[in-house]
């Protein structure tokens, strides 16, 4: 008998707005940038989940590098010089 193999599968929230130019633009807020567009719904639909799939992978990637936990807020400083 084969063994089944166990997938995870997380939801999450995904806004569709149409276009002016027309097509479809998609965005998930659990990740900053993580946006997509497609010409039509469907396509935006399966171009967002590819999207979501890279930034986990993205994450999984540096946690294994043991960048630690990632948190969606980073905080650091960065020198401007003022003229």
Avoid at 19 to 33: P, V
Avoid at 62 to 76: A, D, Q, T, V
Wanted: proline letters at 4%.
């Amino acid at each position: 008998m084969k063994k089944m193999r166990k997938t995870k599968i997380n939801t999450y929230p995904v806004t569709i707005e149409s276009c002016e130019e027309g097509g479809f633009f998609a965005k998930c807020t659990s990740f900053q940038g993580c946006h997509a567009e497609g010409e039509t719904y469907g396509e935006a639909i399966d171009n967002i989940g590819e999207v979501i799939r890279a930034h986990i992978g993205v994450r999984e990637n540096l946690r294994k590098k043991n960048y630690g936990e990632l948190s969606s807020i980073l905080k650091f400083r960065i020198p401007v010089p003022i003229v």
